[in-house]
């Protein structure tokens, strides 16, 4: 059973900075690509950012780039979400996702387990 635990959400003033983390219980870690989406209040969940299996890809959404990185630890089984420059936009909650077939898609259809998601508020 694949277990996904986000943690490291929480209260930030825009301009601030936080990391997300997810950690991951799957035999083979890094053998699937990652990714991180978010949903605001009223509001489709979105794609965020990717990485692929080995941690060489990543992809970003366009409204992220510059301002927040993914990255992977294979032998720690996690994945971060490096974010900087936070605005009041980018406050929703946040998902880890697992790809078990795909490598660094956009599309959550794709994607096949998800954590419980971290609350990420920022503040004008």
């Known amino acids: 059973q694949v277990q996904l635990v986000e943690s490291g959400g929480g209260l930030v003033q825009a301009g601030g900075s936080l990391r997300l983390a997810c950690a991951a219980s799957?035999?083979?870690?890094?053998?699937?690509?990652m990714g991180w989406f978010r949903q605001a209040p009223g509001k489709e969940r979105e794609f965020v950012a990717g990485?692929?299996?080995?941690?060489?890809?990543?992809d970003y959404a366009d409204s992220v780039k510059g301002r927040f990185t993914i990255s992977r630890d294979n032998a720690q089984n996690a994945v971060l979400l490096q974010m900087n420059s936070l605005k009041p936009e980018d406050t929703a909650v946040y998902y880890c996702?697992?790809?078990?077939?795909?490598?660094?898609?956009?599309?959550?259809?794709?994607?096949?387990?998800w954590g419980q998601g971290t609350q990420v508020t920022v503040s004008s």
């Open positions: 996702a697992l790809d078990l077939w795909g490598d660094n898609s956009r599309n959550e259809q794709e994607y096949d387990y």
């Open positions: 990485i692929s299996r080995s941690g060489l890809g990543t």
């Open positions: 799957v035999r083979s870690f890094s053998w699937h690509a």
